[in-house]
Nanobody
Framework: QVQLVESGGGLVQAGDSLRLSCAAS????????MGWFRQAPGTEREFVAG????????NIANSVKGRFTISRDNAKNMMYLQMNRLKPEDTAVYYC????????????????WGQGTQVTVSS
C-alpha cells in the first residue's frame, strides 16, 4: 500500500508561483498513474492534473492549463505540481493521488490519497 504526503503549500499573492511535492512510500511510484486534485470549502474535489506511470502522458484541467505543470521522478518516488501565475480562485486544499490502473480525471478511479496541503492565494 502506498502512502502519499504532500508539501509545498502556503500563502502567496496573486501572480506568484508555488511548487507542490508529493512523496510516496511503501511501494514504487512507477506502478501508478498519479494525479493532483483540489478542494475548496463547500465544493467537490476537482481534478487538476494527471500523469501516466512513466510521465509520457499528462492531462491538465482547462482551468489551470498554461499555468500549471505536472511532473514526476520515479527514481525519487516523487511527483510535483508547478503552479505559476496563481489566482485567488486557485485557493484550495491540494491532494495528490495514485491510481493503479488508469490515468483518470475521476476521484473514484484513484486508490490512494494524501492528506492534502493548503494553498491560499490572496488578491
Amino acid at each position: 500500500q502506498v502512502q502519499l504526503v504532500e508539501s509545498g503549500g502556503g500563502l502567496v499573492q496573486a501572480g506568484d508561483s508555488l511548487r507542490l511535492s508529493c512523496a510516496a512510500s511503501g511501494g514504487p511510484l512507477s506502478a501508478y498513474s498519479m494525479g493532483w486534485f483540489r478542494q475548496a470549502p463547500g465544493t467537490e474535489r476537482e481534478f487538476v492534473a494527471g500523469i501516466s506511470w512513466n510521465g509520457g502522458r499528462t492531462n491538465i484541467a482547462n482551468s489551470v492549463k498554461g499555468r500549471f505543470t505536472i511532473s514526476r521522478d520515479n527514481a525519487k518516488n516523487m511527483m510535483y505540481l508547478q503552479m505559476n501565475r496563481l489566482k485567488p480562485e486557485d485557493t484550495a486544499v491540494y491532494y495528490c493521488a495514485a491510481a493503479r490502473f488508469v490515468l483518470s480525471t475521476r476521484v473514484i478511479d484513484y486508490d490512494y490519497w494524501g492528506q492534502g496541503t493548503q494553498v491560499t492565494v490572496s488578491s
